[in-house]
Nanobody, 120 residues
Framework: QVQLVESGGGLVQAGGSLRLSCAAS????????MGWYRQAPGKQRELVASITVGGSTNYEDSVKGRFTIARDNAKNTVWLQMNSLKPEDTAVYYCDARGVTYYGSTYQTWGQGTQVTVSS
């Protein structure tokens, strides 16, 4: 099995910054796309940013220019640098990882979630 452990969430004031990290471990043969989703109370979980193994990125429109996603393939780790945070960014952030096991099976798994709260 593949496990994802997230860290870096917390409480910040508007305009502040946080860096989220997510480390994958377990039966990893090859990770493909990794990303970050968020879910605010009463809302659907939405994609914030994603990055392929080749480094191609995709961002939700409201975070473009403020958030940056990056990964270290050798360490099976993905980060989300969040700058100029706004109260509307408040949500539980979930790491997402997809890949292929040593048995050749594809998988998708979620991290446990980390709370990001931005105060005004």
């Amino acid at each position: 099995q593949v496990q994802l452990v997230e860290s870096g969430g917390g409480l910040v004031q508007a305009g502040g910054s946080l860096r989220l990290s997510c480390a994958a471990s377990g039966s990893i043969a090859r990770l493909t796309t990794m990303g970050w989703y968020r879910q605010a109370p009463g809302k659907q979980r939405e994609l914030v940013a994603s990055i392929t193994v080749g480094g191609s990125t995709n961002y939700e429109d409201s975070v473009k220019g403020r958030f940056t996603i990056a990964r270290d393939n050798a360490k099976n780790t993905v980060w989300l640098q969040m700058n100029s945070l706004k109260p509307e960014d408040t949500a539980v952030y979930y790491c997402d990882a997809r890949g292929v096991t040593y048995y050749g099976s594809t998988y998708q798994t979620w991290g446990q979630g980390t709370q990001v709260t931005v105060s005004s």
